[in-house]
């Protein structure tokens, strides 16, 4: 039984301490927040959980076996930090630090120590993400041409970091995923609509290895909340839409074929679409946040590191970021991804 203290009992934290509590293998033994409202609502659904205002009671428990900081983005490093060096597994959320040199001094750490660290890249728990990487990889879908990313909805707003840093985070560790692989650069806008000084909208375009463009639209400021992802491949194209309640995935049986039958005296050629059926293939429900946190207690069982989601899958989200946002501070120059 892997005893979990949650750091962060806002929005999110609350989902955290869920399902360590729902988990066979885990318990939801403490959880922190500065705020004495949220700590009694936690208390009311969870009466044996112990709640402290002063999360250095769940560092100092050597009941504790794991932290979930699910704190605000710019407490994240500090948190984990001394969470590993009180000698407890962490699973951080999304993104793992505001620098990729705190993202690689954490990786080290945990190393050292012999700890478990994990992002909270939740996406590449989602089965509609993990069906489209089996696909990927299967190599039915063919070469990929492009992919684009959808995020936007209308708040919920953040005060400490824009929009791009609060939700292409989830794009770009699904991307990174599909792909098996970093963007090699990008080039970006974002603006400011609203009265505050972050950026609500960001429109981002990754360059990726094998030719394969990325873009990526988030906005906190948009009429429709979307969660999709279009991939387009030489033998098919795919759509995930990730709050379609018939299926997640429609798969488009479409491409396009060269063909020079009526033009062979010229040597030129036609371009001729091909259109087969659309398909929903069946899959599995799950919530990924659950098969995340398996996951993480699986690691710690078994002494492994959590490979889909370590210290360096957040490196790499967290590098692309910070290239996107100096694009964007150039508008739109051409930046590489260190
Ligand atoms: N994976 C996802 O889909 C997803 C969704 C939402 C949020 N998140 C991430 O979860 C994290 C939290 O987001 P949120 O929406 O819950 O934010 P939030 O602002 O609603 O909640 C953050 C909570 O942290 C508490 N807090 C701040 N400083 C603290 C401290 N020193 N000690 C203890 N508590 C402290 C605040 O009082 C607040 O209740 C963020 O990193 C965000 O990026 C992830």
């Known amino acids: 039984m892997i005893k979990v203290g949650t750091i962060g009992c806002g929005h999110w934290g609350p989902n955290h301490i869920r399902v360590f509590a729902q988990l066979p293998g885990s318990e939801s033994l403490m959880c922190a927040d500065l705020d004495e409202k949220r700590l009694n609502q936690i208390k009311d659904l969870y009466p044996n959980i112990e709640t402290t205002k002063d999360y250095n009671d769940i560092l100092n428990n050597p009941d504790v076996d794991a932290v979930c900081v699910s704190a605000p983005t710019n407490h994240h490093y500090e948190m984990t930090r001394q969470s590993l060096n009180a000698g407890k597994h962490v699973i951080c959320e999304k993104p793992l630090s505001l620098s990729v040199k705190e993202c690689e001094d954490l990786k080290a750490l945990a190393r050292e120590k012999n700890l478990v660290l994990m992002v909270g890249h939740v996406f590449v728990f989602n089965p509609g993400i993990i069906w489209l990487k089996k696909y990927i990889d299967s190599g039915e879908l063919g070469r990929i041409h492009y992919a684009y990313a959808t995020r936007t909805n209308l708040g919920p707003f953040r005060y400490d970091v824009n929009a791009l840093w609060d939700l292409a985070p989830h794009d770009i560790s699904i991307f990174n995923y599909l792909f098996d692989s970093k963007p090699m650069n990008v080039s970006a806008r974002g603006q400011i609509c609203l009265d505050h000084s972050l950026e609500d909208l960001a429109f981002a375009t990754l360059e990726y290895p094998d030719k394969i463009m990325a873009n990526i639209h988030v906005s906190w400021l948009d009429p429709k ?90 490196a790499d989200v967290v590098a692309t970021l910070h290239a996107i946002q100096e694009s964007m501070d150039q508008k739109g120059s051409h930046v590489n991804v260190a």
């Not at 795919?238 to 309640?245: C, G, R």
């Not at 659950?290 to 710690?300: E, R, T």
Request: one cysteine or more; hydrophobic letters at 35%.
């Open 225 to 314: 909340k979307v969660r999709q992802i279009t991939i387009v491949g030489d033998k098919k194209m795919v759509v995930w839409d990730d709050l379609d309640n018939i299926g997640p995935i429609k798969l488009y049986d479409k491409h396009v074929e060269k063909t020079s039958s009526f033009y062979s005296t010229y040597g030129e050629f036609q371009l001729l679409s091909k259109e087969g059926s659309i398909t929903i293939p069946k899959i599995g429900f799950g919530e990924p946040l659950k098969a995340q946190a398996q996951y993480f207690l699986d690691c710690i069982a078994q002494s492994q590191g959590p490979d889909v989601a370590d210290a360096q899958k957040g």
